[in-house]
């Protein structure tokens, strides 16, 4: 009966442990979802303190078999949306209000950003974009994944967690990402995409490591007692 208690505590005390490391992940993050409307988000207004975090859910701009760069954006005629389209998901989810494009392919997502100043280093964390990318901000080419190209080819897919560092000091930022999809089912930013400061972003990454580890570490105890 004592070693039966005995596991029963280890077992509460493993899940209470990670309870708590996912309330402290859900803390992180600013309430709220799709704040993003129509390519735009003005956060000027949020507080970033205490580590919080922004996911930046919602309507983005898409421009559908277009490989847009930042100048396209700044000379005439400037390109036609082709539609506004729900980040994260994939371009061919199949959605009442929206269009339905091909497994593969190439586009364009854009959005601007307004921000406080008590953000001093601004950065974003990306995980899956299927299944190459390259990242803008305010003109700028922050990251690629993979080979980004709309001949099979130059395209290479790639996949890795990024914190990208964005341009420092400006309050507001044009995220342009050009996105290749060229041998898998479902194309598009289809995680979510959270900004804010770079060190809370690699505070929660540390978290995350730590429930990963704890995961792990649980499975393995388990399989040696049973």
């Known amino acids: 009966i004592g070693k039966k208690i005995s ?6 005390f493993i899940i209470g442990l990670i309870a708590f490391i996912l309330l402290a992940i859900r803390m992180m993050y600013l309430p709220g979802s799709d704040l993003v409307n129509n390519g735009k988000v003005d956060l000027s207004k949020v507080d970033f303190n205490q580590n919080k975090l922004v996911k930046l859910d919602g309507k983005w701009e898409f421009y559908w078999d277009r490989l847009l ?30 269009k339905r494009y091909p497994d593969c392919g190439v586009a364009t997502y854009r959005v601007l950003i307004k921000y406080p100043s008590t953000i001093k280093n601004p ?18 080419l922050i990251e690629e994944v993979g080979k980004v ?4 080819s130059y395209f290479e897919p790639g996949y890795k967690i990024v914190i990208a560092d964005l341009p420092k000091n400006k309050q507001e ?28 972003l690699e505070h929660e990454k ?13 499975a393995f105890i388990f399989a040696i007692y049973y």
């Open 69 to 98: 760069a930042p100048e396209d954006f700044t000379s005439e005629p400037k390109p036609q949306i082709d539609t506004f389209i729900k980040v994260p998901g994939s371009w061919h989810d199949k959605r009442e209000e929206a």
């Open 149 to 152: 190209s709309n001949n099979a």
């Open 123 to 140: 950065a974003l964390r990306i995980e899956s974009v299927s299944r190459a990318y390259k990242l803008y901000a305010n003109g700028q």
């Open 7 to 12: 596991s029963n505590w280890r077992i509460l």
């Open 206 to 218: 540390m978290v995350l490591l730590i429930i990963q580890g704890v995961f792990i570490g649980a």
């Open 173 to 200: 930022l044009e995220l342009i990402i050009q996105v290749s999809n060229l041998d898998y089912v479902r194309g598009g930013i289809r995680e979510n995409i959270v900004f804010g400061d770079k060190q809370a």
